[in-house]
């Protein structure tokens, strides 16, 4: 895989102040790679500028750091991968959850239920055709949601990015589904499969009826029906952290993604400069929770 532009973002919150690009390849680990110690296969970079790594154990980061001495690492992010191990029911899965929260997850579905008059009206897309149908109906959606306005991770709405969901959907490799109030899809979920494992890729709802928490009712009332399924292994989260992948979660393996460029005088003030950066918005941070202002200063930068 070839080198391609990476726009290193200067973020505050959920706000990009600027990016810096930079031609990156990117080397990424599935869950099943870090969970049975393999490393992916690292790509020639011809012209490029270094890798984009997403998603490294701690031991494939010291292979990496190994086979590229001389490599400046930066714009790094710690967290934990999370996942569900689907061994099992979707029941055993429940009994996880505490009483209170096992109370909780029902009581969000059956609000839902309530305010639309009925049983919950979760569709579900597999086939080309059906694949077109839930394009149709979640690219609206997506982008009204604050995943596509503030994070830049609505649905993808390209030529490409359409025909690929349509090749996966003929190899019977995605999984989608709309949860609909009164006919009006109200959240999506975009599920594709590597190897035996489900991808969290895109999760989005209307903001109209956060309230009624549907991004939560979508997730459970999917996870039902893929357990029922009985074919797959692992239900991946992905990068980064989050309340709502630490709530679904069965297990998780602490993981970094960072850029490791090449030792150039230009590479290193843009790795500085960053790291400046988030240091200075991390203790702003502090400050302002300490303050009593982080609530305020949330709802400016929205």
């Known amino acids: ?158 030529k490409d990015a359409r025909a690929g969901m349509r090749e996966l959907a003929a190899d019977d490799q995605v999984r989608a589904y709309i949860l609909f109030l009164d006919q009006r899809p109200i959240a999506y979920l975009y599920l594709p499969v590597a190897g035996h494992t489900l991808v969290y890729a895109h999760l989005g709802y209307e903001p109209d009826y956060a309230e009624l928490s549907p991004g939560t009712v979508l997730q459970m009332a999917a996870l039902e029906r893929l357990f029922a399924e009985d074919r797959f292994q692992f239900f991946d989260f992905t990068e980064g952290d989050g309340a709502h992948k630490k709530l679904f979660r069965t297990g998780s393996v602490p993981c970094a993604s960072f850029l490791m460029l090449r030792p150039s005088w230009a590479n290193r003030a843009l790795l500085n400069a960053h790291g400046l950066f988030e240091a200075g918005v991390a203790g702003a941070k502090q400050l302002a929770e300490r303050s009593g202002f982080a609530a305020t200063l949330r709802k400016r930068l929205r």
């Open 1 to 158: 895989m070839v080198a391609t532009p990476y726009p290193l973002p200067f973020t505050i919150g959920s706000r990009r102040l600027l990016a810096v690009e930079r031609e990156v390849a990117p080397i990424a680990f599935t869950l099943e790679d870090i969970l049975s110690g393999r490393l992916p296969g690292v790509p020639a970079i011809g012209h490029g500028e270094g890798y984009r790594v997403l998603s490294a154990p701690a031991h494939a980061e010291k292979r990496l750091r190994e086979a590229m001495p001389g490599f400046l690492i930066g714009a790094r992010e710690d967290y934990e991968r999370s996942y569900i191990a689907m061994s099992g029911s979707y029941d055993d899965y429940l009994a996880r959850f505490s009483g209170k929260t096992r109370s909780t997850l029902r009581r969000k579905r059956r609000k839902v239920e309530q305010a639309g008059g009925g049983d919950l009206d979760m569709r579900t897309y597999l086939t080309p055709a059906e694949m077109d149908e839930f394009l149709q109906l979640a690219i609206p959606l997506s982008r009204r949601t604050y995943q596509a306005r503030l994070l830049d991770a609505g649905l993808p709405d390209d």
